[in-house]
């Protein structure tokens, strides 16, 4: 297996900070091959990672603590550079001599840095003006430096906003270079992993489609493989990735159930089947979702109902499938770090979400994970470099259940068929104006509500549909758009024009929390 563009690699022990997979993706942008792990991890496990730096994150912990997390001793041991962000900084502060006091004025936000010794974390951060803006978020800081640390800039209220040790290899900082509101920032990072720790820039796009078509063919051999195929992203650049390892022993199920938004069917087969002559086949299970689905009306009832047709559908068409020994799925490197993560809690469940899973027993399958390391900006990349085009890369999300979860209560089709029209307008507004790139995520929603309208002479009483878009960068918490009042009356003005089923629009002001994203 080539495993030669990552074997200049970067271990980031996680410390639990909300920027640590921020860092694992700074050193990948800079072009190195980065992993993230717990802070606990095993010695043996480390030696073996063959690191050739390491990164300790930041963390919600005070290092005076009892029982505050650690960095493992040999990671001071190893001889490779090791770079502190934050709490990574005040424990290796800690933990080689130095000492760590609660701050008296806690610093989160904006703040500038002087530097006072360009080393060679440093190096290049300072032109003609010292100050640098850096990003800081700590109640902590470092007190006292360990032998042999200088202090490499300062801050009014941080003594120690930076230090090291450059004999031993050692670097801290306080604030965040890994966030953008670090000016600079990538070139911190990128002056550790290039600059200190030696490595090269072999992770890139190119690099690692052809690391991972070799990995493919040398899993799949002459196997066939089968993918589910939604059109979204993930899926997408798999099946371009297969498809480029294995060619036409690659078969595509796109199952098209009812809820898709307008001329989505179409326009999948028209990129995979026939521009890319991947082999799709296009199921046509509308009616049967439909028709499961009726009297479904509790979200819930609604999701399992889509994800159990959808596993159905999909196993009837791999069992027709004969001598298929591999199922490729589209996970990506958070779904892995999450899942981890979660194993052991108790999240309460707000949604069920779906996906392929919970194949039947007598489906036996080998999995192909080509994105399993891989952050979503990575796969982006990837996919266009294997040419994908740019709207189906850089698309907003569309959820597992469809439209399914954008009609509130019971699926008609009739319901189906007019938020399509509908939700045709939206986008073609929001793309013509600019919006859509400015969004994070928008969409329709059919309110199976009746109300009156007028028009010309007659009266409407006719359907409610309201339009929803946010700005988010995790999905975790969101902010309605404010979509310029212009816009939105034109979109309206045009959904109750050309929808004759429609008389009233309105625009969803709510955020996340408390409200969720997706209606149901
Ligand atoms: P909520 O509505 O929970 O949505 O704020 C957060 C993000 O997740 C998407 N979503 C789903 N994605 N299967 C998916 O693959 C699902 O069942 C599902 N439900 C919600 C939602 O569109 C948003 O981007």
């Not at 006091?101 to 300072?126: C, R, S």
């Not at 159990?308 to 001598?323: M, Q």
């Amino acid at each position: 297996m080539t495993q030669s563009i990552t074997s200049d690699r970067i271990l980031i022990l996680d410390f639990g900070s909300q920027y640590s997979q921020l860092i694992a993706r700074r050193v990948r942008e800079s072009g190195v091959y980065s992993e993230m792990h717990p802070f606990d991890m095993k010695d043996g496990d480390i030696k073996a990672f063959n690191p050739k730096g390491i990164i300790l994150s930041g963390g919600p912990n005070s290092v005076y603590e009892e029982g505050s997390p650690r960095a493992p001793q040999i990671v001071f041991e190893l001889g490779v550079p090791v770079l502190g962000i934050c709490y990574g900084f005040q424990t290796m502060a800690a933990q080689l001599g130095g000492s760590v006091m609660a701050g008296t004025v806690k610093e989160f936000g904006h703040a500038q840095i002087d530097v006072i010794v360009d080393d060679k974390l440093l190096n290049g951060l300072k032109d003609n003006n010292a100050k640098i803006q850096v990003w800081m978020s700590h109640g902590d800081k470092v007190a006292s430096l360990p032998d042999g640390f200088i202090t490499t800039s300062s801050t009014p209220s941080c003594a120690f906003a930076s230090a090291s040790d450059e004999s031993r290899q050692l670097y801290g900082v306080q604030f965040h270079p890994e966030v953008t509101h670090t000016a600079k920032g990538m070139e911190v990072i990128a002056n550790f992993v290039h600059g200190i720790c030696g490595c090269g820039n072999l992770w890139n796009p190119k690099n690692i489609i052809e690391m991972r078509v070799a990995q493919l063919k040398e899993q799949i051999g002459d196997e066939r493989v089968l993918l589910g195929l939604s059109g979204g992203v993930d899926s997408s650049v798999v099946a371009a990735l297969l498809h480029e390892a294995i060619g036409d022993k690659l078969t595509c199920v796109f199952v098209d159930n009812g809820l898709l938004r307008l001329g989505e069917g179409d326009q999948v087969m028209k990129m995979f089947a026939d521009n890319m002559g991947i082999r799709v086949i296009r199921v046509d299970a509308e009616s049967r979702f439909l028709k499961a689905l009726t009297g479904a009306t509790d979200p819930e009832d609604k999701r399992k109902i889509i994800g159990r047709e959808f596993i159905e559908v999909f196993s009837e068409e791999a069992r027709k499938l004969d001598g298929v020994k591999f199922l490729a799925q589209g996970t990506i490197y958070p779904d892995v770090i999450e899942s981890a993560k979660t194993k052991n809690g108790k999240a309460h469940v707000i949604k069920s979400h779906h996906n392929v899973g919970g194949l039947p027993d007598d489906l036996h399958f080998e999995l192909v994970e080509p994105l399993r390391d891989l952050f979503k900006d990575e796969v982006r990349k990837l996919g266009t470099t294997l040419g994908l085009p740019h709207e189906m890369i850089y698309r907003h999300p569309f959820p597992g259940p469809g439209l399914g979860v954008r009609i509130l209560g019971e699926i008609k089709k009739e319901y189906a068929d007019i938020l399509r029209m509908a939700d045709d307008i939206f986008m073609q507004e929001l793309r013509a104006s600019g919006w859509y790139d400015k969004t994070a995520q928008a969409f329709a929603v059919f309110c199976p509500i009746k109300s009156v309208g007028v028009v010309g002479d007659a009266r409407r009483y006719a359907w409610v549909i309201s339009l929803r878009a946010v700005e988010t960068v995790d999905f975790m918490t969101a902010r309605f758009a404010h979509l310029p009042y212009e816009l939105v009356d034109k979109i309206s003005t045009r959904i109750m024009n050309e929808i004759a089923d429609v008389s009233r629009v309105v625009y969803d002001i709510s955020s996340k929390p408390p409200a969720t994203i997706e209606w149901e």
